[in-house]
């Protein structure tokens, strides 16, 4: 190489920043007080979905009509995890980063809230008039008397030759720290409950019972920590759903109030003992809460095939079409029918009245006068067999739909059928009788163990947060040199100059009274 070359001057290249930098970066920026907030309001915001669309695990009812009315719509919820919307991936991933950012936002903040704790107020300034609140008297006040004049205004003081320095208002920062620590309790109690707890769904029908087991559930959420062991072993019978609605005025139809009368065995060789199940007023069995969250009809129907024999008798859970005057869909199948599996689509109408037009419709929620439309009698292979899962609430796929025979129409039965009455079906291959009518509750049992501990992180935060907004951090300042007092005040706080104003001038009206300490 030629001494021209080495002398020729060389432009500098970027800066390497290399993996360990990347890494220190990206800690930095997870920590920051900024991503925080950004997290807490994604979490925030990632949860208003779980309050709009309707979840699995709280109203399964719901989700089912979403799909029969908007299959499209219902599968792209599902595809973004919408009906699941606490327990999904997403939601997850924003949860571990907001816990983790919170870890690294306090540790360093308790580090050097510790060590503020332990520095004494600084020394005085030569000149205390020159702060924002200032402030100066003749007098003979002396470096104690003005340091036990301070304390007793709960002031952190300290002294020097002829120089007396307070604080006050650390509580901001400890209200500040503790509500970061609270919210990462939050998260931890909400996680806890994730690990440990469960919840599960079901629907019980009039004079039917359910056992806290795993079998008995309709759909089961349990913690990746639990086991069937786990489950509190109680169990009760519905006795008897009572609803009350309102009868007249513009909201004629709403309802008033529901009471579940159930009789509860908290354990298999305690007695049975009696409860009034409520909206909002849960049955608790060693911390295990069951919920009433919805209601409903179940018309009870006797289905009898070509040869006599009683194929199908019981209650049906119908779905409801219309919540204010809780007309039904319902779904009636006797795979047991012979010589030909039977299936019907239905319609309940709880206060049936007739129309103009000739149809009939529900006038009222209340069971006043019950009728049931038949909607469509089929027979053939209802696919019950086949192994594949069918809904309740759908008589066939649609697939096996199109091989059904279609046997009645509802054009073929406008009449709908009151209680005890019947309708044959063609060919003589069986009838339907609409027996009577019972109600069904949808409950919801959850057991959560961080929900007190989630409960007390959250009055702590509250109690926190109010500190920090309401406490101010300030100084005092005071020099004495041969009878003339300076008094100097600052605060700590953006935007509490003004109130500090008023406390300052107490301060001094204190330090130059006249009359003796109070010790």
Sequence with gaps: MSIQELEKPRTPGPAGFGPVGWLRWGWRTLTSMRTALILLFLLALGSVPGSVVPQRGVEPGKVATLYEQNPALAEWYDRFQLFDVFGSTWFAAVYLLLFTSLIGCIVPRTTTYLRELRRKPPAAPKRPS?????????????????????????FRVATGDGWVSAEKGYLR??????????????????????????????????????????????????????????????????????????VTGERKG?????????????????????????????????????????????????????????????PVPCLIEDKATMTSGCVVKAPDAQPQQLGFLLRFLPTSVPLTDGGHASAF??????????????????????????????????????????????????????????????????????????EWI????????????????????????ALSLMIRRRRVFVRIEGGKVEVGGLTRTEGSAAGFAEEFADIVKDLSAGEKDVR
């Design 130 to 154: 020159r702060l924002p609140h200032s402030a100066t008297f003749d007098g003979d006040l002396t470096v104690e008397q003005a340091a036990r004049r301070l304390r007793r205004m709960r």
């Design 173 to 246: 920062e400890t209200g500040n720290l503790f509500f970061h620590v609270a919210l990462l309790g939050i998260l931890v109690a909400i996680g806890a409950g994730s690990l440990f707890g469960y919840r599960g769904n079901v629907l019980v029908v009039e004079g039917d019972g359910f056992a806290n087991t795993v079998a008995a559930y309709d759909r089961f959420m349990p913690g990746s920590q639990v086991s069937a062991e786990s489950l509190e072993p109680f169990s009760f019978q519905l006795a008897d759903l009572e609803v009350s609605y309102q």
């Design 254 to 314: 709403q309802v008033l109030d529901y009471a579940a009368r159930l009789k509860v065995n908290d354990s298999p060789e305690a007695p049975a003992r009696d409860y009034e199940l409520k909206v909002n007023e849960p049955l608790d069995v060693g911390g295990t809460q069951t919920y009433l969250i919805g209601n409903g009809y179940a018309p009870v129907f006797r289905v009898t095939d070509g040869k006599g024999q009683v194929a199908f008798e019981g």
């Design 365 to 438: 929620p209340g069971e006043l006068n019950p009728e049931v439309q038949v909607l469509g009698a089929f027979s053939g292979d209802l696919g019950v067999r086949s192994g594949r899962p069918q809904s309740v609430y759908e008589l066939a796929p649609p697939e096996v739909m199109k091989k059904l025979n279609p046997l009645l129409m509802a054009s073929d039965t406008p009449k709908p059928l009151a209680v005890g009455q019947s309708v044959d079906l063609p060919g003589g291959v069986g009838t339907i009788e609409f027996t009577g009518v019972k």
């Design 442 to 465: 949808t409950l919801q049992t959850t057991y959560d163990p961080g929900r007190i501990s989630a409960l007390v992180a959250g009055g702590t935060a509250v109690v926190a947060i």
